[in-house]
């Protein structure tokens, strides 16, 4: 039976190989060049219309923010409160 070639075994640990110093600049140049494209993306003006589009989508309307109110009561409230307080308000509405 042959003894084990150690020299071809796998490394345990990457400290001092050259796949440690290949591994940290990869990770060096994927964050500076993650940072320079959010630079450039948030000086440009299409950053500005396109978080201007978005808010359109994230805005609460009227009907949602009533809606929110209704529930913002500190006791929990039955369903036929509930029923009421919304027939409440669309009649206030329609008055």
Partial sequence: MDSIDTT?????RTLGTPSYAYRNRFAYAF?????VLFGIWSLTP??????????????????ERD??????????RTSKFI????????EQKTK
């Fill in 46 to 63: 299409i950053q500005r219309i396109a978080n201007e589009k978005l808010s359109k989508f994230v805005e609460q309307t009227e009907p």
């Fill in 83 to 90: 029923k009421e307080a919304i027939k409440e308000s669309e």
């Fill in 31 to 35: 964050l500076a060049a993650g940072t």
């Fill in 67 to 76: 809606r929110k109110a209704l529930f913002e009561y500190t006791a929990p």
């Fill in 8 to 12: 071809k075994r796998k490394p345990r």
